[in-house]
């Protein structure tokens, strides 16, 4: 959309945002929630199972929520997909 | 804390100009896409995250640079692309214009994740490259280009569901403690898409299988468009017949050492076939499946691989120096969603700089024919053997 108003040079301070902000500072994600983690271990089951129930709880998202809470841990029910998930976090290490 | 202005980042600075530049696509959607806002700048940002990982994996440690994605080829080989003669006429548009017209080709297989043998659980690749097509390509700087090229691998969906998500999924190979920000983003959806790649790669079906044996996708949709038909379609190329089973031989090149094997033995034959759109499938979720018993194939054409050597130094090398994109391709075939919008993008740029730190700027030409491949005949093979490369001495 930007390009559409502005053009190409609506990119350039884009440009120098990466330039500066790769390598320049921190690593730390500001503005968004982080968390220590290497893994999943971090991740508690009483951090996912708030993020995760606050989206089936979404009046215009939840159905699709839980749908693919379905086709991700075969359940509808957050606490108990947290061991899917730690098994799909150690599997993905693994891959990488 | 680094210095800013360093030389290797003020010798990126072509490269983000180029990534920077918005995909003239944007503007040109079709009635099944939607534009999402900033998805241009998501996709820059990715690529200009994917060369940085491949300076610090390659250039950094004086290696060979490969693609970031599918950088390992097992191996290219020479086929013919058939368009089938009974194909109905409505079909017949594109590189399917005319029924039984035969086109060149190089097909390559690879291997998804970084320079690893092939016995390690990954998904593969199978890209045709056609030559000797007529018409005017989408890639803007090579309109005359005579290549079409279809990109599969073995699996019917893509792990990210579009740009932003893909985008998040290459920050945490070099910065993994963003997995947490990713997922609590998002957290069901992205979930499934880390289960996805894991899917794509470990837990794999297909592996231990010879690539022989193996139904390839074009997991994201584009456009099969003519004068009667105008309609978002996926791809497959899948075994002509059953394929017999081997053990593979459990080495870092087992997949290669099975198709040369099998193209000692004989020929092999793949059908290449469509599936048609229909309401309710999506365009703009590149994990949607369409599947197959829902959805069924239409075979299209026939591809047969001759009997032939390809494991040679030679063609490994000219293999892994050829470009294949999805938008090498013709308006009649153009691909469609965020994914392969964002395709446009990154592909053009880890090109480019792939072949600027190899030293092979020259062949980031598209080939007019195949001439040049069929004529590397020297059957050594040595080098090509390792999973990595030293980088070229001049760089």
């Not at chain 1, 503005?31 to 508690?44: K, R």
């Not at chain 2, 983000?16 to 696509?25: E, G």
């Not at chain 2, 950088?71 to 058939?82: K, L, W």
């Not at chain 2, 190979?173 to 069901?188: Q, Y």
Request: with cysteine; hydrophobic share 40%; glycine share 6%.
């Amino acid at each position: 959309m930007i390009s559409r108003v502005f053009g190409r040079y609506a990119f350039v301070p884009m440009l120098l945002a990466l330039l500066v902000g790769h390598g320049c500072k921190s690593t730390s994600n500001s503005g968004v929630q982080d968390f220590n983690v290497g893994a999943i271990q971090t991740l508690t089951l009483q951090q996912w199972t708030a993020a995760c129930q606050q989206q089936l709880n979404d009046p215009k998202g939840g159905a699709q929520a839980r749908s693919d809470l379905q086709a991700l841990a075969n359940t509808t029910d957050c606490a108990t997909a947290y061991p899917v998930l730690q098994k799909v976090m150690a599997s993905y290490t693994t891959a990488k | 804390m680094r210095p800013c202005w360093d030389l290797p980042r003020l010798a990126m600075l072509p490269v983000l100009l180029l990534v920077s530049a918005p995909p003239a696509t944007a503007q040109q959607l079709t009635q099944w896409e939607t534009y999402t806002n900033g998805e241009e700048q998501e996709a820059a940002s990715a690529a200009q995250e994917l060369i940085s990982q491949l300076r610090n994996d390659y250039v950094n440690k004086g290696k060979r640079v490969f693609r970031d994605a599918h950088p390992r080829g097992i191996g290219c080989v020479a086929a013919t692309f058939t368009v089938n003669k009974d194909l109905p006429a409505q079909f017949q548009t594109g590189v399917f214009a005319q029924a039984g017209a035969s086109y060149d080709a190089i097909i390559r297989f690879s291997s998804s994740l970084g320079p690893v043998g092939d016995h390690t659980g990954d998904a593969r690749g199978f890209a045709i490259k056609l030559f000797g097509v007529p018409g005017t390509k989408l890639l803007s700087d090579q309109p005359n280009a005579t290549t079409v090229d279809f990109l599969h691998i073995d699996a019917p969906f893509f792990p990210a569901v579009n740009t932003h998500d893909f985008a998040g999924i290459v920050k945490i190979k070099s910065n993994p403690k963003s997995i947490g920000s990713f997922l609590l983003e998002n957290p069901i959806v992205h979930a499934l898409e880390l289960k996805n790649l894991v899917a794509l790669s470990t837990a794999n079906p297909n592996n231990g299988k010879s690539l022989a044996e193996r139904q390839f996708y074009s997991q994201v949709p584009y456009l099969l468009q003519g004068s009667t038909i105008n309609i978002p379609t996926k791809f497959t190329s899948r075994p002509c017949s059953a394929v017999a089973h081997l053990p593979l031989n459990g080495s870092d090149t087992e997949l290669r050492d099975d198709l040369q094997y099998r193209l000692n033995q004989g020929p092999l034959c793949y059908q290449f076939a469509v599936q048609f759109y229909q309401p309710g499938l999506k365009v703009e979720d590149a994990t949607n499946v369409w599947g197959e018993n829902k959805v069924p194939f239409t075979n299209f054409a026939t591809i047969t691989i001759p009997q032939q050597n390809f494991m040679t130094d030679a063609k490994l090398h000219y293999c892994d120096a050829l470009s294949f994109h999805p938008w090498h391709t013709l308006a009649q075939h153009q691909p469609l969603g965020n994914i392969n919008r964002a395709r446009r993008t990154i592909y053009e740029a880890i090109s480019k700089y792939r072949h600027e730190q190899n030293n092979e700027s020259g062949l980031a030409t598209e080939p007019a024919d195949r001439k040049a491949f069929d004529a590397l005949t020297d059957t050594t093979y040595s080098t090509w053997n390792a999973v990595t490369l030293p980088a070229p001495a001049s760089r």
